[in-house]
Nanobody, 120 residues
Framework: QVQLVESGGGLVQPGGSLRLSCAPSGNIFSIDTMGWYRQAPGKQRELVAGITAGGNRNYADSVKGRFTISRDSGKNTVYLQMNSLKPEDTAVYYC??????????????WGQGTLVSVSS
């Protein structure tokens, strides 16, 4: 079972920036889609941003223009650059990936989550 390892969370003031990173803990042949989700206290987990193997990106409306998702396919790593952070961005951020186990089939993996707190 592949696990994803996130890093880069922490405490930041409103208007500040953070960069999250995520990479698999073991060897993976290749990854299809990768993405970031978040879950705030008392709320459901929501998609923040996703990126396909071809580089197509999608974002939640609440983060458009502030967050940027990118990936290094050679390293099977996905990043989330978060700028102009707001208190409402406070949540546990989870990395997600669909990775290939053969030519056609994929499995889903999740990270353990990293806390992002935006507060003055």
């Amino acid at each position: 079972q592949v696990q994803l390892v996130e890093s880069g969370g922490g405490l930041v003031q409103p208007g500040g920036s953070l960069r999250l990173s995520c990479a698999p803990s073991g060897n993976i042949f290749s990854i299809d889609t990768m993405g970031w989700y978040r879950q705030a206290p008392g709320k459901q987990r929501e998609l923040v941003a996703g990126i396909t193997a071809g580089g197509n990106r999608n974002y939640a409306d609440s983060v458009k223009g502030r967050f940027t998702i990118s990936r290094d396919s050679g390293k099977n790593t996905v990043y989330l650059q978060m700028n102009s952070l707001k208190p409402e961005d406070t949540a546990v951020y989870y990395c997600n990936a669909h990775y290939y186990v053969d030519s056609y089939s994929t499995l889903e993996a999740w990270g353990q989550g990293t806390l992002v707190s935006v507060s003055s």
